[in-house]
């Protein structure tokens, strides 16, 4: 055949049309089940952020300042003592001011514990020096150890190391436990396109017989797959992000000055993480879809 | 060529189908006929034996050359396997879209190839639509929209009335007399023996060349030779519907082939 360039005059509004059936009765199932999965990721991810932001300034906090526990020895007393301390503390190069706490200063940080009034006079308290440090060069506590002991001053220095490593390890393990509830969710998206995938090769096995006579190859016919179920899952991810953003900023806005508790304080800019979710639920789905109908395809004779 | 453990359907079969000939391949049902044109149009292997297409040994090709051997042989299917959620546009045009033509250089193409099967005016209608007539010349304008090489039909004239299967069967022999090599599977042997075309036979798992079928009886009128625009396109067949008594003006019968295989 061989027919010569038409003279007709065709509709200008010819476009290709979806070579997969648009109707399946299957997809508004898994369009739900996408979008709750990306909703479970979105308010991971939300949580994620705002327990990091909280950790991060908890070891800023910490990390700006020590403690120096003060001993009186000889004829000095403990007062005088922790005022000797905080004198020799504020010499040292890295440290901003040093303030010695007096009995009722302690006895407030105690209050949490014992509660108030209930300290017998005759209790003898810590001599306590507060120690802001320079958050640009921080002084060390070796350095301050050294401070103390060039005055013959009994003192113990914390500079909250050890707490600064639980709260770093405590927000890591936030953020490794975040990575893995997402990848499993992911996971959990891609088998799911995985399995859809699959239903609908064999649901739609005429066509495909049909795509492969007309001469298409297996990446064709896979991208076909592909090509609907990112857009399917794109398009769930959308509900399930907006879904969970909306619920960020219920909470956000309950949550007042916090942001939700001073463990998560929530913030505006952690929502637009939800971004993301339709783009990597696409993502998601086109790894899937197309690995799993280009392996169908390859198996067929 | 064999179907898992069962017999063997086709074997010890020696087929050489020469560029630009016409074949009717005829048989009993079950004898094979859409087992051999399934080898062909390579939607099976066989179980052992050569076939070659094109000069290349099919056992010997890579899947991922398979397509690009389809894409030069045209099939008409007994059971259409037209894609029901694509227009009739769309599907004509699906050979040509796979093949990675964009739809503004085959849209014309494929409305004109429309028209010539006499569905000028169902260019948006869905096969589910259509009569088994139109669906027939739908499937054979899908299948030669590409411009193939080699046209196979099974049975494409098993859905239409006598009428319809004669202009049907002129619309593939206007295209092998544009050179493309033509197989027709056909159980109608009043079609195969007015069409006057070489037979092969499948029978016993074997496969005979009978030659040409005996020539139209005098009482019936004489095969006119077929019209040849001037663009060397065939005639398109009447727009019409097969139950339209307007419309049932006599076919002209195909012509005789010129020579055998």
Not at chain 2, 14 to 21: K, M
Not at chain 2, 39 to 64: K, T
Request: with cysteine; glycine share 8%.
């Amino acid at each position: 055949m061989s027919p010569a360039r038409a003279p007709h005059n065709a509709p200008a509004d010819f476009r290709a049309a979806s070579l997969l059936p648009r109707q399946d009765e299957r997809a508004g199932g898994l369009v739900f089940t996408v979008a709750v999965l990306a909703f479970l990721a979105c308010l991971a991810v939300i949580a994620t952020l705002a327990a990091d932001r909280a950790a991060r300034g908890w070891v800023t906090q910490l990390s700006s300042s020590a403690t120096i526990q003060v001993r009186p020895s000889g004829d000095e007393t403990g007062p005088e003592a922790a005022a000797r301390a905080a004198e020799t503390a504020a010499a040292v190069k890295g440290v901003v001011e040093a303030r010695a706490l007096d009995r009722k200063a302690a006895e407030t940080l105690l209050e949490p514990w014992l509660g108030k009034g209930n300290l017998p006079a005759d209790l003898p308290l810590p001599f306590l020096v507060t120690v802001e440090l320079d958050p640009k060069a921080p002084a060390t506590a070796v350095s301050l150890d050294q401070a103390m002991a060039h005055a013959h001053i009994d003192a113990s220095v914390d500079d909250h190391s050890r707490w600064m490593q639980d709260v770093r390890r405590s927000g890591n393990l936030v953020r490794v436990i975040a990575a893995l509830a997402c990848a499993l969710i992911a996971s959990a998206a891609g088998s799911m396109i995985a399995f859809a995938t699959r239903q609908g090769l064999a649901a739609r096995r005429d066509v495909v017989e049909v795509l492969h006579l007309c001469g298409a190859e297996d990446s064709f016919i896979a991208n076909l797959f592909m090509v609907r179920f990112s857009s399917l899952a794109f398009r769930a991810a959308a509900y399930g992000a907006i879904a969970a953003a909306a619920a960020g900023a219920l909470t956000r806005l309950a949550g007042g000055s916090d942001g939700f508790t001073p463990a998560l304080p929530i913030s505006w800019l952690d929502l637009a993480s939800c971004i993301a979710a339709p783009l990597l639920g696409a993502a998601v789905a086109a790894v899937s879809a197309k690995t799993v109908a280009t392996r169908i395809l390859r198996a067929q004779p | 060529m064999r179907y898992g453990r069962a017999p063997e359907v086709l074997r010890d079969i020696d087929l050489n189908l020469e560029p630009g000939s016409f074949h009717f391949l005829t048989g009993a049902t079950g004898a094979g006929k859409s087992s051999l044109l399934k080898l062909i149009y390579l939607a099976a292997r066989p179980s052992r034996g050569l076939i070659s297409l094109f000069g290349r040994d099919v056992n010997a090709m890579a899947r991922r050359d398979l397509p690009f051997v389809r894409r030069r042989i045209g099939v008409v299917f007994q059971e259409f396997h037209l894609l029901d959620h694509l227009s009739a546009f769309d599907n004509v045009g699906l050979p040509l879209r796979i093949a990675g033509a964009r739809i503004e250089d085959y849209r014309a193409d494929v409305i004109e190839l429309l028209q010539w099967v006499g569905l000028g005016g169902k260019i948006h209608a869905f096969p589910p639509t259509l009569s088994g007539g139109e669906k027939q010349r739908l499937s054979i304008a899908r299948a030669v929209v590409n411009k193939p090489d080699i046209l196979l039909a099974d049975e494409p004239t098993g859905n239409v009335d006598h009428a319809m299967a004669l202009r049907i069967l002129r619309l593939l022999v206007e295209m092998n007399s544009l050179g493309t090599t033509v197989v027709i599977a056909s159980h109608d042997q009043d079609l195969v023996r007015r069409s006057g075309m070489p037979v092969l036979h499948v029978h016993d798992g074997g496969l005979h060349l009978i030659g040409a079928a005996p020539q139209a009886s005098a009482a019936e009128p004489a095969p006119p030779e077929p019209a040849r625009p001037e663009s060397a396109r065939p005639e398109p067949v009447p727009h019409d519907d097969p139950e339209d008594p307007e419309a049932q003006s006599e076919p002209e019968p195909p012509p005789a082939a010129e020579g055998e295989a």
